[in-house]
């Protein structure tokens, strides 16, 4: 099941958009997305669920009237109001037994709408529709309205004034057609923090992070809101050790789980002018840039793509990153930087080239056109590439000793190349040699292009 990770929204937007200023929000909200498939009612039960105090009898007795489904719905009562969205969240969603209670609830409302409409006509069966999971659901239910144009609106919804005074947020989006409209809900900051944090704290047990670490990190948290609703990859480099942070990304699963408790780790993310990337541009050791370049790569599609996919899905992600380099280099000449930066982002920045371009060459090869030199082609495509970027400083060098000072200068950028092209060469000499055992960018990519 693919579906976004939560998300903070701005919803000023909404309200600059509507004239009624009764439906005015807090600024801030999570948005969660849930199934397509009867999402309307995924997103009004999920919503509900966050009000712990609420009256679950008589809610399941005004949405499932048969005594056995009410009863089958008060037995998962406890798994639909524990939901965690920031934490494994699928886990409700595949569960088969509450999928069916949330079609049987979809298929009732409707049927109620339709019975009322032929009542009286000046029904509409949208706005009905919500009035009743109102009453049904004993609450009050704002909806934050985008349709096909991006047009923006906020409505209310209250059936009964005396039901509750409980408010629901959900979002209904129409994006492909006018017609079909996708809903997801909200949750506010307090109620969303404190189960982001019970999630940051199990994903960091599972990580195996020592309990100190896990305790500062936390108190990071509860001291900075900026760590919680900004950028945690930033603030975690500023408070933590470098080590730990190595030792987090170089887990995907583990950075996949911060990031669907909706913490940011993007190294490119930009908040106050800084990113990560750029923050790593100044440590004195360039483990943690690489690691974060990395991530970057092997991340650019959270659908489950990476490197070890087609190579058009390498070349994505390449280019990517090179289009965040190229800003972090627009960057730099504005500002006064040190030439370790200057030097750490001018060795990365290349390297990626080398990566791009042979990658860019490669996919362009096809078996049919090479036939049996298939293979040879590409280590003919990738020594090429190795010759022309070996030397990447000033031009119209010719001396052994300036090309030696040149080569020493730029180990770091010579190291990488040096395992680009020496691994590509071992892997496709063996490239039967299974499974692939090295969690790294240059095997995985080298491995790629030489099957």
Not at 65 to 94: A, G, Y
């Amino acid at each position: 099941m693919d579906l976004p990770t939560p998300q903070l929204i701005d919803s000023t937007s909404w309200c600059r958009s509507s004239s009624d200023a009764a439906s005015a929000t807090s600024s801030e909200i999570w948005e969660i997305s849930v199934p397509e498939e009867c999402s309307f009612v995924w997103s009004i039960i999920l919503a509900r669920a966050a009000y712990l105090t609420a009256d679950w009898k008589r809610i399941s007795k005004n949405l499932l009237r048969k005594d056995e489904e009410n009863e089958e719905f008060c037995l998962k009562i406890n798994e639909i109001v524990s939901f965690n969205p920031f934490k494994n969240r699928h886990t409700l969603f595949l569960d088969e037994s509450i999928t069916q209670l949330i079609r049987k609830i979809d298929e009732k409302l409707n049927i109620h709408v339709k019975n009322v409409m032929q009542k009286d006509e000046t029904f509409t069966e949208d706005s009905h529709l919500k009035e009743a999971a109102s009453a049904q659901l004993l609450c009050s239910i704002k909806v934050l309205r985008t349709d096909f144009q991006n047009n923006k609106t906020i409505t209310n919804h209250l059936l009964d004034r005396q039901s509750s005074d409980a408010t629901i947020l959900i979002f209904e989006k129409y994006t492909n057609s006018p017609n079909e409209a996708r809903f997801s809900f909200g949750m506010d900051l307090r109620r969303a923090n404190s189960l982001r944090k019970m999630s940051l704290e199990s994903i960091l047990r599972e990580a195996k992070l020592y309990v100190k670490d896990i305790d500062g990190i936390i108190k990071q948290v509860t001291k900075q809101e900026r760590f919680f609703n900004g950028n945690f990859l930033l603030t975690l480099i500023e408070s933590q050790p470098i080590e730990l942070i190595e030792g987090l990304y170089k887990s995907p699963y583990i950075v996949w789980k911060l990031a669907d408790a909706g913490f940011n780790t993007n190294p490119f993310y930009t908040q106050g002018g800084n990113s990560a990337f750029f923050y790593c541009l100044g440590l004195e050791s360039s483990r943690l840039l690489y690691v974060l370049y990395n991530y970057a790569i092997n991340n650019y599609h959270r659908s489950g793509k990476s490197m070890r996919n087609s190579n058009s899905d390498v070349l994505k992600a390449l280019k990517n990153v090179d289009d965040k380099l190229n800003g972090h280099c627009k960057i730099i000449e504005k500002r006064q930087c040190s030439d370790h930066e200057r030097k750490a982002l001018f060795e990365i920045f290349h390297f990626n080239k080398l990566q791009k371009n042979v990658i860019e060459e490669i996919s362009t090869m096809t078996d049919n056109d090479l036939k049996s030199n298939f293979k040879m082609a590409k280590i003919e495509c990738v020594l090429k590439n190795y010759v022309e970027h070996f030397y990447i400083g000033k031009e119209n060098r010719k001396k052994i000793s300036e090309l030696l000072e040149e080569y020493l200068r730029f180990n770091k950028y010579h190291e990488n190349v040096d395992n680009f092209t020496g691994l590509w060469y071992l892997i496709i000499s063996y490239v039967s040699i299974q499974p692939i055992r090295r969690n790294s960018w240059t095997y995985y990519l080298i491995y790629l292009i030489a099957s």
